[in-house]
């Protein structure tokens, strides 16, 4: 098999740029929990207090939480720069098949967390801008609920585009409060990158206000900018701008600015991305991955995806990818 024929293996068996591992211990997590399919969804809403701002956390399980009952991992799924957490990993499409990421993941049998961050969706706004650092901070005022409702002071985190960078961040500045680190749609550098190139140009307008524009036109927007629509059912864009919409047609603009003017925000850790993702390039991962210093790690890039590969048709790709990952054994030591 020539140099050529391998790549193009790796490639259809989805390997490339992936995942990887945060702060490279997993003690403190339970066990992976078998799968639980069919067993009946249980949904809970908390509240988070960050400096007077109210955080919306939002939680999906099997099963109501019991007194005694043998812990769930706990997994955290943190959103991206222009849409809000339920509407990114708790979506629900009419007619179409699983667009819930926590329902996946619950099924599997973890305790699937997620967040409206500062100024996004139902949580409240301290009138910033929403940062890469803003977020961090929503993620700190985060877990410590998690902490009480699950008994477990570590989760596994996942994150997308902009809630890659505040995810990896958080493992960077807390990294006793993570497990495995799952980065998707990551941004390092941004060199080359088509979409960093084009918020670059606008930095200047991005910076006038603490909220950009965001409308219907705007999130339909994201699953074209790759050059793939084809990779997207229209049907759930629809819902999607239905269930966004409901929150006005402005988002905050802090990851926009820090993602075109203050990019490498993170230190390597970790990554996964699609075939066809305008916000990165390989070479600009691979640089990243080639710096991991834990040796428990993956790169992974799924096949037949762009940006959103949460949204895409292919989005069971994502689902594997991530179940396998977290469910890794724990490497035993020499």
């Known amino acids: 098999m020539n140099e050529q024929d391998r790549r193009m293996v790796l490639k259809s068996a989805g390997l490339g740029v992936g995942l990887g591992v945060g702060a490279g211990l997993l003690s403190g997590i339970v066990a992976p929990a078998h799968a639980e399919p069919g067993g009946e969804m249980w949904s809970g809403e908390y509240w988070a ?18 007194a005694g009952e043998t812990p769930k991992p706990p997994v955290f799924l943190v959103h991206g720069s ?14 179409k098949s699983e667009y819930s990421l926590m329902n996946v993941l619950a099924q599997y049998g973890y305790d699937v967390w997620t967040m409206d961050h500062d100024g996004y969706g139902r949580s409240g706004s301290s009138g910033n801008n929403s940062d890469i650092a803003s977020g961090v901070e929503d993620l700190k005022a985060a877990m410590p609920v998690v902490a009480k409702e699950t008994g477990q002071t570590k989760a596994h985190f996942y994150g997308t585009s902009s809630g890659g960078i505040r995810a990896a961040a ?15 749609a990551f941004t390092y550098k941004g060199s080359g990158a088509a979409e960093i190139e084009r918020r670059r140009k606008k930095i200047a307008e991005l910076s006038a206000s603490p909220r950009r524009k965001r409308d219907a036109k705007m999130i339909e927007s994201i699953f074209s900018r790759d050059g793939h629509p084809e990779f997207y059912d229209p049907a759930m864009i629809a819902a999607l701008v239905a269930d966004e919409m409901q929150f006005g047609n402005e988002v905050p603009s802090g990851t926009y600015i820090d ?3 203050n990019l490498p925000i993170v230190d ?5 991305r699609g075939e066809f993702d305008g916000n990165s390039t390989t070479e600009d991962l691979l ?6 210093p ?10 037949q995806t762009a940006h959103s590969a949460g949204y895409s048709k ?8 991530l179940h396998n990952f977290f469910a890794k054994p724990v490497p035993t030591a020499a």
């Not at 207090?49 to 019991?66: D, E, Q, T, Y």
């Not at 409060?177 to 980065?183: F, H, I, Q």
């Not at 834990?294 to 096949?303: C, K, S």
């Open 49 to 66: 207090n960050k400096g007077g701002v109210k955080l919306s956390l939002w939680r999906k399980r099997v099963g109501a939480p019991a």
């Open 82 to 95: 222009s849409n809000s957490a339920r509407s990114s990993y708790d979506l629900t499409v009419p007619g």
């Open 170 to 184: 958080f493992a960077q500045a807390q990294p006793a409060s993570v497990g495995r680190l799952a980065l998707c």
């Open 259 to 261: 993602m075109a003017a």
């Open 268 to 272: 390597p850790t970790k990554i996964m």
């Open 287 to 292: 640089d990243f991955f080639r710096q991991l």
């Open 294 to 303: 834990n040796g428990d790690r993956q790169f992974v890039i799924l096949p």
């Open 314 to 321: 292919n989005r069971h790709l994502l689902y594997y990818a």
